[in-house]
C-alpha cells in the first residue's frame, strides 16, 4: 500500500515565524511531489510542485525534497493569519499516480 | 491555471433520487478526476478518465458512475442517492505541463435527506 504521512496537527505558529510542514512518502518510485493549501469548506489550490532533490522557493514558500530519506517539507516565511489551512502533500507514485497525505492543519496565531 | 466549471455548487435531495453532478474544464486536460471528501478529513478517489472514453474506478468504492464522451466534460451520476452519499464532491483536470498538476474545480456540496 503506497502511503504519503503528515501530521494532522494542528500545528500553531506564531504571526511573522516560520512554519515547517513535513511529509513522508513509501514508494521510492515516485518523481513529483506537490503542495496544496485548503481552506476550510473550499477546494484544494496548488502552491509548488518539486521533483528534484534540495530547495524550491516560491516567494514565502519553500519546498524541499530529499529522495534518499523519502522526506518532502513546506517552508512557509513569515507567517501570516492567512496561511491558516490545511495543508496536503501528495506524490505521483511509479504508476504516474498521485497519492494524497491526509493534511496538517496549520493555525497562525495574530 | 485550469479553468474548471461544475455545478451545482451546493444541493440538497430527498432520498431515492437521482442525480448527475457537472463538470466541464476548457483547458483542453486529457485527465479528469472526481473525488469525494467529507468536511475535515481526506481526499478520496472515487473515478478518473485518461481521455475520451475512458473511465476508471478509484481507490474508495463509490455507487456512482462516470462517463467521458467529450475531453472538456466529465459528469457524475448517482442512480439512487442515499444519506451515506452526503459529502463534498470535487472533480479535477490535469494535462501535460506544470508536471501534470492537478487542478480543482469549486467543489459541489451534496446533501441526501
Known amino acids: 500500500q503506497k502511503e504519503v504521512e503528515q501530521n494532522s496537527g494542528p500545528l500553531s505558529v506564531p504571526e511573522g515565524a516560520i512554519a515547517s510542514l513535513n511529509c513522508t512518502y513509501s514508494?521510492?518510485?515516485?518523481?513529483?511531489f506537490f503542495w496544496y493549501r485548503q481552506y476550510s469548506g473550499k477546494s484544494p489550490e496548488l502552491i509548488m510542485f518539486i521533483y528534484s532533490n534540495g530547495d524550491k522557493e516560491d516567494g514565502r514558500f519553500t519546498a524541499q525534497l530529499n529522495k534518499a530519506s523519502q522526506y518532502v517539507s513546506l517552508l512557509i516565511r513569515d507567517s501570516q493569519p492567512s496561511d491558516s489551512a490545511t495543508y496536503l502533500c501528495a506524490a505521483k507514485d511509479s504508476n504516474y499516480q498521485l497519492i494524497w497525505g491526509a493534511g496538517t492543519k496549520l493555525i497562525i496565531k495574530p | 491555471e485550469a479553468d474548471i466549471y461544475q455545478t451545482p455548487r451546493y444541493l440538497v435531495i430527498g432520498t431515492g433520487k437521482k442525480i448527475t453532478l457537472e463538470c466541464s474544464q476548457t483547458m483542453g486536460h486529457d485527465k479528469m478526476y472526481w473525488y469525494q471528501q467529507d468536511p475535515g478529513m481526506e481526499l478520496h478517489l472515487i473515478h478518473y478518465?485518461?481521455?475520451?472514453?475512458?473511465?476508471e474506478k478509484g481507490d474508495l468504492s463509490s455507487e456512482s458512475t462516470v462517463s467521458r464522451i467529450r475531453t472538456e466534460h466529465f459528469p457524475l451520476t448517482l442512480e439512487s442517492a442515499r444519506p451515506s452519499h452526503t459529502s463534498q464532491y470535487l472533480c479535477?483536470?490535469?494535462?501535460?505541463?506544470?508536471?501534470?498538476?492537478?487542478?480543482f474545480g469549486e467543489g459541489s456540496w451534496l446533501t441526501v435527506v
Open positions: 514508494d521510492r518510485g515516485s518523481q513529483s
Open positions: 479535477a483536470s490535469s494535462g501535460q505541463g506544470s508536471g501534470n498538476t492537478i487542478y
Open positions: 478518465s485518461y481521455g475520451v472514453n475512458s473511465t
